[in-house]
C-alpha cells in the first residue's frame, strides 16, 4: 500500500484514477478547491494550490509516497508544487499533454511526417524556463496551454527534490457525458444534425486514448514502475478527422458533411494540418501495455450519442 496524493483528481480520468487507487487499497488524499468532494474514504484538503502559503499550512506534516499532479500548467504553479513537496515525497508524476509537440506552438526540432514524435523531441532538461510571463492571466494562459505545460515540466525536472515523471496524454475520449471538453460531441451533435464539419483539406492524423486507459496509466505510473522524464500516452493506431466522422456516422446513421477551411483557416477540433502523433513506444518498453484505437472508439462514440439531445436514426 502506498500514501498517494492527487492534486485534482476531481474529474473525468482524474476522478477515476482516485476511485482506482482506493479500490487498489492504497491511501488517498485528494488536494482540490472543494467544488467536488472525493469519494468517502479519501482524505480531502481544501485549498488553493497556487497559494503558496495556504498550501504548506494544509499539507501540515504529511508526507506521501507519491503526488500524481493533474493540474499543473504552468511553470509558476510546478515551483510552488516543488517547494511544498519538497522532502514530502519521493517521486511526483505530472500530467502532461500532447500538445507540448505542436510545432505550431514552439519551434522544434523536425520531424518526418507520419513519424511518430518520441519523447526527446521535447526535453524538459533544457528547455527555457520564463517565469514572469503573465501566467495568472487567464486568457494568456489558454492562448499558452502548450509552453506553460513545457515550462511546468522543465521547474519539476530540473527540481532535485524528487524523481519526476511527466504523462504527455493523447487527445482523451469516452465517457460520454463526462468528457467535459466537448469535442468528440461536437461531432456527434453536428452529424446527427446534417450539420457541416470544417476540415483542413489534407488534415493529418493524430492520436488519442480512452478516459479509462488513462487513468490506468497513471495508476501504473504512480504505483508500479519508477521511471523518470516524460513518457508518451496514447492508445496503438492514427486517427484523422475523416476517420473520426466515419465511425460518428455509422453510430448516428447519418453522413458525415464536409467543408473544408482555407489554409490557415480554423477547422473542427482533432482536423490538424500539422503532425505531430506521438510515439507510445517507451511506455511500452517500460511494461504498459496500450489498447487500440478501434477497440474502443465505437463505444465512446455511442456513449456520446447516447448522451446527446440528436438521436440517431
Not at 224 to 253: H, I, M, W, Y
Amino acid at each position: 500500500m502506498k500514501r498517494i496524493c492527487v492534486i485534482g483528481g476531481s474529474r473525468y480520468f482524474g476522478k477515476l484514477l482516485v476511485e482506482r487507487l482506493q479500490a487498489a487499497g492504497h491511501q488517498v488524499t485528494v488536494i482540490n478547491r472543494g467544488s467536488i468532494r472525493p469519494p468517502a474514504g479519501v482524505e480531502h484538503l481544501v485549498v488553493d494550490r497556487d497559494d503558496e502559503a495556504a498550501l504548506t499550512a494544509a499539507l501540515g506534516s504529511l508526507t506521501f509516497d507519491v503526488v500524481v499532479d493533474q493540474v499543473c500548467y504552468t511553470p509558476v504553479q510546478a515551483a510552488i508544487a516543488a517547494r511544498a513537496f519538497a522532502g514530502r515525497t519521493g517521486r511526483y508524476v505530472m500530467t502532461s499533454t500532447i500538445e507540448v509537440y505542436d510545432p505550431a506552438t514552439a519551434a522544434l526540432p523536425a520531424v518526418p511526417a507520419g513519424t511518430p514524435v518520441p519523447e526527446e523531441n521535447v526535453d524538459p532538461r533544457a528547455w527555457l524556463v520564463t517565469m514572469d510571463l503573465p501566467w495568472h492571466d487567464e486568457a494568456y494562459l489558454d492562448a499558452h496551454y502548450a509552453e506553460g505545460k513545457r515550462q511546468a515540466e522543465a521547474v519539476l525536472t530540473r527540481n532535485g527534490s524528487f524523481a519526476f515523471a511527466s504523462v504527455r496524454s493523447a487527445h482523451v475520449l469516452g465517457g460520454g457525458a463526462q468528457e467535459f471538453t466537448g469535442r468528440l460531441a461536437h461531432y456527434t451533435e453536428r452529424v446527427g444534425r446534417g450539420e457541416e464539419i470544417a476540415v483542413h483539406s489534407e488534415a493529418l492524423p493524430t492520436v488519442f486514448i480512452h478516459y479509462e486507459e488513462m487513468a490506468d496509466l497513471l495508476l501504473w505510473a504512480a504505483t508500479a514502475t519508477d521511471f523518470t522524464g516524460p513518457v508518451n500516452a496514447c492508445s496503438d493506431g492514427l486517427l484523422d478527422v475523416r476517420e473520426l466522422t466515419a465511425a460518428v456516422a455509422a453510430q448516428t446513421g447519418r453522413e458525415a458533411v464536409h467543408r473544408t477551411v482555407a489554409a490557415g483557416g480554423t477547422a473542427s477540433p482533432f482536423s490538424f494540418d500539422r503532425h505531430y502523433a506521438m510515439s507510445n513506444a517507451r511506455a511500452k518498453e517500460l511494461g504498459f501495455a496500450f489498447s487500440r484505437i478501434t477497440d474502443w472508439l465505437p463505444g465512446a462514440v455511442a456513449e456520446t450519442v447516447a448522451a446527446s439531445a440528436v438521436p440517431a436514426v
